[in-house]
Each structure stands twice: as C-alpha cells, then as structure tokens.
C-alpha cells in the first residue's frame, strides 16, 4: 500500500479523438491485486484545455505529458471536474506554468478547496452543471455524471469530437495497467464499474431508479462516440454502450464489500517494523 513498484509501466499520451489525449497514470500495479487508472485530458482546442491535473505524485511526468501536447503558455482553460486529491493533484503548479489559462471551477469547489486552491480569484471562471464553455471553435458543455463522489463534479461534452470526460464515472480497475478498455475482458470490466459506482457513490442504493435513469439519460443522449475519465482505460466506439448499461444496472448489482480490518489486519502482520 502506498508504496511504488520498482517499475511503472508508462504510457505515452493516447489520442482518443481528433486533437485530444488521455494523459496516462495510475497506482496499485506491483503492490495491489489490480491497478486504478488516473488519468486527465488535453484537448487542443483552438483555445487548448486542460482536464484535471492528476496526482501530486505524478507531477513531473505529468507536466512533462501536458506540455508535450501543448506550450505552456498556449494553455487557455484548465477545467477541473472535481476538488479530489487526484483531479486537483497538479493545479497550483499547472497554473503557475501556464499564465495564460483561466481555471474553470465553481463556487463551491473554490469553497471546499479553501487555502489548497493558490490561484487567484482574477484567473478563476465559475460553470455549473448546464453551462458550456466557448474555447474558440466548440462550445463545451458541462454536464454532471451519474456517479459522482463530491457534490463539485462536473463533466464536460465536446460536441466536435463526441468525447465526454466522466470524471469518476464509468471507472473500472485493471488487471494491468492498459490504455483501452478493449483491452480487457469483458465480464470483469463491467462488474468493475458496478463496483465502483456503488463504491463511489453508495447512495445509488437509496436513489429512486427512474430518477437516477434519467441522469445516464442525458449521458446518453449526448450519443458519445468516446467515454474519458479519470479511472477508466480509454473507453472507444464499441464499448459505450456496454459502459453505459453496466452504470443504469450498477445501483442494484451485488459488489464485493470493501476491505475492512481484518484485511488491514493482515497487511499490517507482515509490514517491516516502522512502516
Ligand atoms: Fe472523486
Ligand atoms: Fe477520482
């Protein structure tokens, strides 16, 4: 737990849709039994986006990645789709570089992040769920998720490329480390976004289901030709629509339990003293 494997399988920036990259990372490979992606986007928009800036952990390699795609100063927007330590791992030091990006948040993230958030409010832009955002040649919509672990989230359509980032939506874990959900099987890819969803949002179960129906609805019916987020392998043309009904069935799938302390218990037996 927490400690890194001697080596990181690494994964050069994937091109999911025209002028737009998955940024690749993740952990648990080499000290967990599976691997949890953590991923962010840049789209090179005619006025380039940033999509969430990862884990803190990851910084330099993560700069490294963002600004292999795009100058520094030619970065316009740096939207964050929620204040969790692994989509707003790298922001103060991403806006420190980028002098020209406005960092699209909302109020209450701004609240929630308190003194964590070092940029000064003349950069920030506030968009809720239904808004959009003009980066020049596409009008990006802001449409929530439907899993979600922070209230803040918000994720975002580009109505050029199809392209939806979910945030936490639609995550899976991964056997190993890959870029593409085709990569994995089947079965245990779908039961992992059930998993996650219920993990990530456990108040699915209290939701009434015609309610919560209606909130893939509009994920649906943006007809994505590419699922993006933060946990999940890039998720491509075939597999949308797998991804979409393993989310309306997870509120009511069966799920592991998550560890508790009888596991902590066995990991603990056998950690060096100190550790
Ligand atoms: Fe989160
Ligand atoms: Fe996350």
């Not at 990006?140 to 975002?156: A, C, K």
């Not at 939701?207 to 946990?231: E, N, S, W, Y």
Request: with cysteine.
């Amino acid at each position: 737990m927490h400690t890194a494997p001697q080596t990181k399988t690494r994964f050069e920036p994937t091109r999911i849709a025209p002028e737009t990259f998955l940024i690749h990372d993740h952990q648990g490979e080499g000290t967990e039994p599976v691997s949890v992606a953590l991923n962010t986007m840049v789209i090179r928009a005619a006025e380039p986006v940033v999509v969430d800036t990862g884990m803190m952990e990851n910084r330099d390699q993560y700069l490294a990645d963002v600004f292999s795609l795009v100058e520094p100063e030619d970065i316009r927007w740096v939207f964050i789709s929620h204040d969790d330590v692994d989509h707003t791992g790298n922001l103060n030091a991403l806006m420190a570089a980028a002098p020209n990006a406005t960092l699209v948040i909302d109020w209450f993230m701004q609240e929630r992040m308190g003194a964590s958030l070092e940029v000064p409010a003349s950069r920030w832009r506030w968009v809720q769920d239904g808004d959009s955002l003009d980066v020049g040649d596409r009008t990006l919509r802001i449409v929530r998720p439907p899993v979600f672990d922070s209230g803040t989230t918000r994720g975002l359509f580009d109505p050029l490329t199809e392209v939806y980032w979910g945030s936490d939506a639609f995550a899976s874990p991964m056997a190993v480390p890959v870029r593409d959900v085709a990569e994995l099987d089947l079965v245990p890819w779908l039961e992992g976004i059930h998993v996650f969803a219920q993990y990530i949002s456990p108040w699915l179960q209290v939701v009434d289901d015609a309610k919560f129906q209606r909130t893939v609805d509009r994920i649906a019916d943006l007809q994505p030709q590419v699922l993006a987020g933060c946990h999940t392998p890039m998720i491509g043309r075939g597999h949308v629509a797998d991804a979409i009904a393993a989310t309306r069935i997870a509120p009511s799938a069966v799920v592991p339990p998550q560890p508790d302390q009888s596991v902590l218990d066995a990991i603990q037996s056998v950690l060096p003293a100190g550790a």
